[in-house]
């Protein structure tokens, strides 16, 4: 067997070491890369995490949003009656009939035509009639109120069609003072009103 001498030796332990150190080095480079891809993984993650995060608040926003203003959406959905709510020319009488009562008014007749298109008439007070909405039919109503009458309850009737929620909208009136009564009685001419379905 050979004896190591002392330079041998130093050698032998000098390269060891410059082993270890390239070894560790590779071993360190190695776990940096692998750390560095997790870290970046984790990142993208957290990132997508926080997006998550920001879109269920704000569609937990939007949903109390929606449910303390369902009166609001349940309005608008009336807005425009529906013609299968209206089916029946029963429930617009029913309609006319409760406003007219409220207001002090007496009906005489009401007669329909459905149509999808307005017509203006030549009356003395004639109001021009909107465009039509895509969608929408037009019930036109001819509504004959008991003359005279009152001229503060027919402003009354005529504010209650015109502010309910279902689109009821006055395109022909014609109204004249009564000389028969006193001074706040009118005459009035049929009433055109426009309704307007889906």
Known sequence: MKKINSITLRNILIGALLLSLVITGGVFYFAYCH??????????LNTKANDSDDSLENLQKLSNLLDKQKNVLKKSENIVASSQDYNYQNEIISDLSNYAVKTGVSLSQINFTSDTSLTTGNTSLAITNAP????????????TLSSPLPYVNLLHFI??????LTAMQ???????????MNSSYVSIQPLTINMYTR
């Open 35 to 44: 750390i560095n891809q997790y870290a970046q993984t984790v990142s993208n």
């Open 132 to 143: 039509i909405v895509a969608g929408l039919k037009t019930v036109t109503i001819s509504l």
């Open 159 to 164: 504010k209650a069609l015109e502010n309910n």
């Open 170 to 180: 006055i395109s022909e009136i014609s109204i004249s003072h009564d000389s028969t």
